[in-house]
Nanobody, 120 residues
Framework: QVQLVESGGGLVQPGGSLRLSCAGSRGIFNIYGVGWYRQAPGKQREYVAAISVGGITNYIDSVKGRFTISGDNAKNTVYLQMNSLKPEDTAVYYC??????????????WGQGTQVTVSS
């Protein structure tokens, strides 16, 4: 059974940093790629970044150079390091499994997500 738990969100000032974590069931990230998604108030959930089973990464243009996705298979955890945060990054962030590249569409269950608020 697939279980994904997000953590690490919080309130941060513009220009600040946060590291999100996505903890999964044992071995799951050896089989599936992982994507991070976010949903801002009043908007649809959108894809943000992905990491493949082999470690290939992909980002949407608005986060390139600011966000870094990485994985630790020994800890069954995928991270999203977010630097130079902007108010428009404010959203609930979710992780989900996808194909081996981790790209949409995701096909796992959605977790609770973790709230990221960027505000002064």
């Amino acid at each position: 059974q697939v279980q994904l738990v997000e953590s690490g969100g919080g309130l941060v000032q513009p220009g600040g940093s946060l590291r999100l974590s996505c903890a999964g069931s044992r071995g799951i990230f050896n089989i599936y790629g992982v994507g991070w998604y976010r949903q801002a108030p009043g908007k649809q959930r959108e894809y943000v970044a992905a990491i493949s089973v082999g470690g290939i990464t992909n980002y949407i243009d608005s986060v390139k150079g600011r966000f870094t996705i990485s994985g630790d298979n020994a800890k069954n955890t995928v991270y999203l390091q977010m630097n130079s945060l902007k108010p428009e990054d404010t959203a609930v962030y979710y992780c989900n499994i996808g194909n081996r590249l981790g790209l949409p569409p995701p096909f796992g269950p959605w977790g609770q997500g973790t709230q990221v608020t960027v505000s002064s």
